[in-house]
C-alpha cells in the first residue's frame, strides 16, 4: 500500500493567539486556520478586537502569546512582507502624488500581480481618468476604492481587510466582493472584520465571532 500524500497546509494557521492592552486581556486564545480559496468573516461588535487582531496578524502589533505560521512556516517579518496584504481604516496612501504615481509606487515596494497593470486596476475600481488627480483631492469614497486598486495589484496571497466597505456605495460593494470572488478562485484567502453579515463576500467563508468585551 502506497503512503498517502502529505496534507497540504492551511494558508493561515494561528493557535493559542492572545494580545492585552494595559494588562487588559483584548482577545484570546485564539485558534483558528484559513485555506486558500475560503475567507474567514472576523464579527463583532465595537471593542471586541476585530482590528487589533490583523493587526497582529499583519505584524503590526506583537501577540503576548500563541503562534501564526503562514503556508506552514513561522510568520516571520519578511514572509509577512511577501504574503499578506492589509487594507486598513487609513488608506495608507501618499497625499502628493496622483493616484497613478501611488500604485506604481506601492508595486515598485510590494511586486505586482501578474497580469496586471495600475492604470487598469484604475479602470477596475471605478477611477478611470482619475490617472493625474491628487491623493488629497480625492473622496473618502474614491480614496477607498484606490486603496482597493493597490490591494488587487498585490501579489500577496492573503488579504486582511478591515470593515472593507465602508466609505463605499451599493456598487463598491459590490466591486468588494467581485475582487474577493476573484482573489479566491485563484486560490488566495481573506479575512474580513465586519460588523455583522449584512455585509459579507457570497464565497465559501469560515466565521470567527469575537467576544463581548469585559
Known amino acids: 500500500m502506497l503512503p498517502s500524500a502529505p496534507s497540504p497546509s492551511p494558508l493561515l494557521s494561528v493557535q493559542g493567539l492572545s494580545f492585552s492592552r494595559n494588562d487588559e486581556p483584548v482577545f484570546g486564545p485564539l485558534d483558528f486556520v484559513v485555506d486558500g480559496g475560503e475567507a474567514l468573516l472576523v464579527q463583532g461588535g465595537n471593542g471586541v478586537g476585530k482590528t487589533t487582531l490583523l493587526r497582529v496578524l499583519a505584524g503590526l502589533l ?7 505560521q503562514l503556508d506552514g512556516r513561522p510568520a516571520q517579518s519578511s514572509l509577512l512582507a511577501r504574503a499578506l496584504a492589509y487594507l486598513g481604516h487609513l488608506p495608507a496612501l501618499k497625499a502628493d502624488l496622483n493616484a497613478l504615481e501611488n500604485l506604481q509606487f506601492l508595486c515598485g515596494l510590494h511586486g505586482r500581480r501578474p497580469r496586471q497593470l495600475p492604470v487598469n486596476a484604475l479602470a477596475m475600481v471605478g477611477l478611470g481618468g482619475y490617472e493625474d488627480a491628487p ?15 493597490r490591494l488587487w495589484l498585490s501579489p500577496a496571497p492573503l488579504w486582511l481587510l478591515d470593515e472593507p466597505y465602508a466609505n463605499l456605495d451599493l456598487d463598491g460593494i459590490t466591486l468588494v466582493n467581485r475582487m474577493i470572488s476573484a482573489h479566491l478562485r485563484e486560490g488566495g484567502a481573506a479575512l474580513v472584520t465586519t460588523h455583522g453579515a449584512y455585509a459579507a463576500p457570497p464565497v465559501q ?5 469575537l467576544g463581548q468585551p469585559a
Do not use: N
Request: no cysteine.
Open 62 to 68: 506583537r501577540a503576548d502569546s500563541g503562534h501564526i
Open 135 to 149: 491623493a488629497r483631492q480625492l473622496s473618502a469614497g474614491q480614496k477607498k476604492r484606490l486603496s482597493l486598486a
Open 205 to 209: 467563508t469560515r466565521t470567527l465571532l
